[in-house]
């Protein structure tokens, strides 16, 4: 805890959020993951970056951008034009153009 101690003090340890500082570099950004990653035991990706959570959260955002595209895009294939351009080819009802109601 020494070294996590002089990190902090240095101000390259997020005391807050038990982490590296984002923006870090060279010799300071390798000892501090080195620490986090000492400190670190879980073992899956998001957890074994210091920031993996809002990297998840990115990553998450981005598949469900990606997954509603290609669902408008199946359903653009697989559904014919006139079931999917009903609303607007639709009979009108004997209403004109004009619209002369009065």
């Known amino acids: 805890w020494k070294e996590l101690n ?3 003090s240095e101000g390259k340890w997020d005391n807050i959020n038990n982490m590296p500082k ?3 570099f060279g ?3 390798k000892e501090t ?3 986090h990653h000492a400190i670190n ?3 899956d990706f998001w957890s074994t970056t210091p920031y993996g959570q809002f990297l998840k ?3 998450r955002l981005v598949a469900l ?3 509603i595209k290609a669902g408008y895009s199946l359903y653009e294939f697989v559904v ?3 079931k999917r351009l009903q609303y607007k080819y639709r009979n009108k009802h004997g209403h004109g153009e004009g619209h002369d109601h009065h």
């Open 57 to 59: 959260a990115i990553f």
């Open 27 to 29: 010799k300071a950004k």
């Open 41 to 43: 035991t879980k073992k």
């Open 22 to 24: 984002l923006f870090l």
């Open 65 to 67: 951008v990606c997954a």
């Open 33 to 35: 993951y080195a620490l």
């Open 80 to 82: 014919p034009e006139e």
């Open 6 to 8: 002089r990190l902090a």
